[in-house]
């Protein structure tokens, strides 16, 4: 009997690591990280001087991360402005204030480069609908058969 509650004590134990590491494996990837995954394996065309309605803002800290439907504008291949979408469909400016004012926010690849606030979170600009199309992908070439 002792056996029996031993072994089974060390199965739950196992069962309950095992189902830790997988949730802190989900845990791990957030928004930010998925779309940074997409624009790095399909790239992006480039981002002309215009004002997006299109694009995903996200602010991180640490390996949190919250990602936001917004509007930039774009201007000699610089973000100018960004603006967060309200649920009722208007606008409001992002507010928070850059450690490094004199660092241009430039666009390359889809994706604008970080900036860093001075709570030191890190905010990114995403085009997303500037992603490429998903490459198609090889054709499998049939089995051997018995001709």
């Known amino acids: 009997m002792k056996r029996t509650l031993t072994l089974l004590s060390f199965v739950i134990s196992i069962a309950a690591a095992t189902a830790q590491t997988t949730k802190k494996a989900d845990d791990e990837t957030n928004c930010y990280l998925k779309w940074a995954q997409k624009f790095e394996s399909r790239g992006a065309e480039d981002v002309a001087d215009g004002i ?59 994706m604008s480069s970080t900036i860093v606030t001075k709570e030191d979170e890190l905010i990114n600009v995403l085009f997303i609908k500037k992603i490429k199309p998903k490459k198609a992908g090889f054709e499998k070439a049939p089995e051997p058969g018995d001709d």
């Not at 997006?52 to 973000?79: H, L, P």
């Open 52 to 110: 997006y309605t299109d694009v995903i803002i996200t602010f991180r800290n640490g390996g949190d991360a919250e990602c936001f439907n917004g509007k930039v504008e774009v201007k000699d291949g610089k973000v100018i402005a960004m603006f967060l979408k309200m649920e009722d469909g208007s606008y409001e400016p992002v507010k928070k204030k850059s450690k490094y004012d004199k660092i241009p926010v430039t666009v390359t690849n889809g």
